[in-house]
Antibody, heavy 121, light 105 residues
């Protein structure tokens, strides 16, 4: 079945970087895109950006431009999200989700299980 | 910037119909998607493109979108439907509503 499995929880200090992985299985990885969404404790969903696994095109949320980089490794069907210059308000559960390959407009289905990133000194 | 407005909470009696709204300027011209999120779990898509149900989602879940309001309707509400529900649109960026907590009494 279609599945996304994310890397484990991370604890980082302010100013550090984190790289979360999202390994896909059960479908042709390059036929779709991956969006990343985060959720701070007790808060709602926030879209971070999208990458096409077909051609590597990206579209990042304006708020995170310059701090986030999304990449894919088609040889291992894995997507990555790196967030730099971490702050305490980056503490959240980070999700990857499958979406359209050619644009970031569509729905997300399914989602990975989530990765908790805690930023604390 | 475009904003989506959802009620913080909605309550429904067991077996009755729950309606969760998502308000936005001329939202009827956009595609709206809905997600269900239970505590400690990842969101699950329940409606895409206003009114389409993914496979595996019960027929009790339906959606509509017109004017300034999109609506997720849950018929014959069950205890297992208790969750947070989020609407999503595209407007130069992916936007989510603030989420609605559904309580089944």
């Amino acid at each position: 079945q279609v599945q996304l499995v994310q890397s484990g929880a991370e604890v980082k200090k302010p100013g550090a970087s984190v790289k979360v992985s999202c390994k896909a299985s059960g479908y042709t990885f390059t036929s779709y895109g991956i969006s990343w969404v985060r959720q701070a404790p007790g808060q709602g969903l926030e879209w971070m950006g999208w990458i096409s696994a077909y051609n590597g095109n990206t579209n990042y949320a304006q708020k995170l431009q310059g701090r986030v980089t999304m990449t894919t490794d088609t040889s291992t069907s894995t997507a990555y999200m790196e967030l730099r210059s971490l702050r305490s308000d980056d503490t959240a559960v980070y999700y990857c989700a499958i979406t359209a390959a050619d644009h970031p407009l569509d729905w997300f289905d399914p989602w990975g299980q989530g990765t908790l990133v805690t930023v604390s000194s | 910037s475009y904003e989506l407005t959802q009620p913080l909470s909605v309550s429904v009696a067991l077996g009755q119909t729950a309606r969760i709204t998502c308000g936005g300027n001329n939202i009827g011209s956009k595609n709206v998607h809905w997600y269900q999120q239970k505590p400690g779990q990842a969101p699950v898509l329940v409606i895409y493109r206003d009114s389409n149900r993914p496979s595996g989602i019960p027929e009790r879940f339906s959606g509509s979108n017109s004017g300034n309001t999109a609506t997720l309707t849950i018929s014959r509400a069950q205890a297992g439907d208790e969750a947070d529900y989020y609407c999503q649109v595209w407007d130069s960026s992916i936007l989510f509503g603030g989420g609605t907590k559904l309580t089944v009494l």
